[in-house]
Nanobody, 117 residues
């Protein structure tokens, strides 16, 4: 099992910034990917950004140029720096961990991000 604990989130004004972090613990071995998805009420969970243990990143088009994902492999922690926030970024953000060895996915409990004036 892999446990994910999320930090950050909360409220921001349009144009503002927030930073999310997620620490993984447990059966972490081999290569993996970590990242963030988000869910808006009434819609399916959508990819925001991912980063592999080798440092390769992938971003959804709607966050390119505004959000930056990074990770600290020594701490098994992934970060999401969110800048130039828009009201449409309001969602529950979920931390994601993919273990390559057995192709298993794990999810955090979710953290609310609200962008409004």
């Amino acid at each position: 099992q892999v446990q994910l604990v999320e930090f950050g989130g909360g409220a921001a004004q349009p144009g503002g910034s927030l930073r999310l972090s997620c620490a993984a613990s447990g059966s972490i071995f081999g290569s993996n990917a970590m990242g963030w998805y988000r869910r808006v009420p009434g819609k399916q969970r959508a990819l925001v950004a991912t980063i592999t243990s080798g440092g390769s990143t992938n971003y959804a088009d709607f966050v390119k140029g505004r959000f930056t994902i990074s990770r600290d492999n020594a701490k098994n922690t992934v970060y999401l720096q969110m800048n130039s926030l828009k009201p449409e970024d309001t969602a529950v953000y979920y931390c994601y961990f993919h273990r390559s060895l057995d192709e298993r996915d794990y999810w955090g409990q979710g953290t609310q991000v609200t962008v409004s004036s």
